[in-house]
């Protein structure tokens, strides 16, 4: 199943909350993309039928493997994408939400070759 940017986000947000505490809640998934109870029950558990999370017994969600493939994959071009705004000047707020947006459908060629560049440049700029 090919995701889309709907199942990115949440993926992604799983894997950010899951940074922050070891148990996520679906209710705190809903809080954190501002979505309602049903909608984000039904997108887990389309999540869950294509395999990219598990569910507990007590109601903990988990990213499988996959899952926290794409899951990083997006968190990291979210923040290098965002860093990349913010070192052009775009203020912060604009920045995160502009990546937030292309994390999605940049395709991996270009971004490769954004983070080569930074790569690149943040190393000369440290010399």
Known sequence: ?????SGEMYLETIYVLS????????????????YSKPSVSRALGLLKESG???KSDVGGIKLTKTGEKIAKTIYERHNVLSTLFM???????????????IEHYISDK???????????YSKQDAK
């Open 19 to 34: 940074k922050e505490s070891s148990t996520v809640l679906a209710i705190d998934i809903g809080n954190h993309l501002g």
């Open 87 to 101: 070192n052009l000047g775009v203020d912060k707020k604009t920045a995160v939400e502009d990546a937030c947006r």
């Open 52 to 54: 990219y999370i598990e």
């Open 110 to 120: 270009t971004f490769k070759a954004i983070k080569a560049h930074m790569t690149k």
């Open 1 to 5: 199943m090919s995701l889309q940017e």
